[in-house]
């Protein structure tokens, strides 16, 4: 059984800054690419940013230049540095990353439960 857990998620006034940490824990083999995901209830999920094992990361326009990933190989951590925020980033966050397990070394994909991020003033 694997579990990812995000926490960082809230309130915050536009121009402010959050940051959103996923753990990933259970019978872990290996993880893959991880990344972070976000979905409104008018827009279907949409990819926020990704990180392979590696360190290569990959943006949607919309947050180029105002958000970071980063992730901890060690700790099996993925974290979401986002500054500058505006009211459109306001969604809810959802962690995913590629697992293979000690029962199953081929990576599958896995989600967190989602963590609300709004910007309001």
């Known amino acids: 059984q694997v579990q990812l857990v995000e926490s960082g998620g809230g309130l915050v006034q536009p121009g402010g800054s959050l940051r959103l940490s996923c753990a990933a824990s259970?019978?872990?083999?290996?993880?893959?690419?991880m990344g972070w995901y976000r979905q409104t209830p008018a827009k279907q999920r949409e990819l926020v940013a990704a990180?392979?094992?590696?360190?290569?990361?990959n943006y949607a326009d919309s947050v180029k230049g105002r958000f970071t990933i980063s992730r901890d190989n060690t700790n099996n951590t993925v974290y979401l540095q986002m500054n500058s925020l505006k009211p459109e980033d306001t969604a809810v966050f959802y962690c995913?990353?590629?697992?293979?397990?000690?029962?199953?070394?081929?990576?599958?994909?896995?989600w967190g439960r989602g963590t609300q991020v709004t910007v309001s003033s």
């Open positions: 990180v392979t094992r590696g360190g290569s990361t």
């Open positions: 995913n990353a590629h697992i293979g397990t000690l029962d199953f070394p081929s990576p599958r994909n896995y």
């Open positions: 259970g019978m872990i083999f290996s993880i893959d690419d």
